[in-house]
């Protein structure tokens, strides 16, 4: 079973912050928090991951709660194009992932 | 870098026979893995292949089975194709234990 919890979808307008939760309540000590998302059945396409710190890259920021026990994608400025299913994913560095349904984001003009 | 390709991208087969599916890691990168994709179970893990040898596997039942070559080029095989095999199969390939990047996929329609 997944080790995360995500809304089954969102609404974003197009231009504001996107902030998709999840919630890992029994996240352990090692786990990373990993961030992909998937376009209309491609390949799903990695966008962060953290472990403690929260984190930022060209795509999106990643921000993890102090107690690790929930974290928060936030794509700044939301673009028709980020239109997609996001999926929160807890694991061991190194191991293979176990996928929940996601949030499916839609951004609408 | 040439991403993570997948052939064929379609494929259509009928029940009781076999199937190959190929996947080109990421250059330099020796791990590969598969997962299958449904609409009714989502995105589960298969198995993982690194350096040749099979380093993980998912709880799918003995018909699936694959192998990777010296150049970390990975082949999933699935025999005695049923109705519910069909699917989106992934394949992601990483370095070793970093993060995983996935393929295009190929989409298998079983009839």
């Known amino acids: 079973d997944a080790k995360t919890t995500q809304p089954p979808s969102m609404d974003c307008a197009e231009g504001r912050a996107a902030n998709l939760p999840c919630n890992h309540s029994?996240?352990?000590?090692?786990?990373?928090v990993y961030w992909y998302r998937q376009i209309h059945s491609q390949g799903p396409q990695y966008i962060i991951h953290?472990?403690?710190n929260n984190e930022t890259n060209e795509m999106a920021s990643l921000i993890i709660t102090e107690d690790r026990k929930s974290s928060t994608l936030i794509l700044p400025h939301a673009t028709l194009r980020d239109t997609a299913v996001y999926y929160c994913?807890?694991?061991?560095?190194?191991?293979?992932?176990?996928f929940g349904p996601g949030t499916r984001l839609s951004v609408l003009p | 870098k040439a991403g993570v390709t997948q052939t064929p991208r379609y494929l259509i087969k009928t029940r009781g026979q076999q199937v190959t599916l190929s996947c080109s890691p990421i250059?330099?990168?020796?791990?590969v893995s598969w997962y299958q994709q449904t609409p009714g179970q989502g995105l589960q893990f298969l198995f993982e292949?690194?350096?040749?040898?099979?380093?993980n596997k998912g709880n799918f039942p003995g018909r699936f089975s694959g192998r990777q070559f010296s150049n970390s080029r990975s082949e999933m095989n699935v025999s005695t194709l049923e109705l519910g095999d069909s699917a989106l199969y992934l394949c992601?390939?990483?370095?070793?234990?970093?993060?995983?990047?996935f393929g295009p996929g190929t989409r298998l329609l079983v009839l």
């Open positions: 029994t996240i352990s000590g090692n786990e990373y």
């Open positions: 250059s330099g990168h020796r791990s």
């Open positions: 992601a390939s990483r370095l070793s234990q970093e993060t995983q990047y």
């Open positions: 292949y690194f350096s040749e040898t099979q380093r």
């Open positions: 953290g472990l403690k």
């Open positions: 994913i807890v694991e061991n560095y190194g191991q293979n992932f176990v």
